[in-house]
């Protein structure tokens, strides 16, 4: 069993930047992946970042390359999400999730077993 909890959400101007964690407990030598996932209203949750633990391989979403970065601390299981030049678009509730396998595509969020309770991110233009 693995507990996500998220923390760094809130509201910022288009342009601005936020840095969201994720820190992890419980089974965390079993993780493999750790992702962050966004969900805007009236839209299907998708992937944003991924890394894998193991080897700290990282992926992007397209409309996110060049502008976050996903890093971690495994002496804190803590995952970053560092958000730069936050669009209006960007605005969604972020999830980390944790994913006990590699396979799979790490943008589907079926490929991930535990989930973190969200944390919004708002853009204003």
């Known amino acids: 069993q693995v507990h996500l909890v998220e923390s760094g959400g809130g509201s910022v101007q288009s342009g601005g930047s936020l840095r969201l964690s994720c820190a992890a407990f419980?089974?965390?030598?079993?993780?493999?992946?750790m992702g962050w996932l966004r969900q805007a209203p009236g839209k299907e949750r998708g992937g944003v970042a991924a890394?894998?633990?193991?080897?700290?391989?990282?992926y992007y979403a397209d409309s996110v390359k060049g502008r976050f970065t996903i890093s971690q601390d495994n002496a804190k299981s803590t995952v970053y999400l560092q958000m730069h030049s936050l669009k209006p678009e960007g605005t969604a509730m972020y999830y980390c999730a944790a994913s006990f396998w590699g396979g799979g595509s790490w943008i589907n969020q079926n490929e991930y077993n535990y989930w973190g309770q969200g944390t919004q991110v708002t853009v204003s233009s």
């Open positions: 890394i894998y633990t193991g080897g700290g391989t990282t």
């Open positions: 419980g089974d965390t030598a079993s993780i493999t992946r």
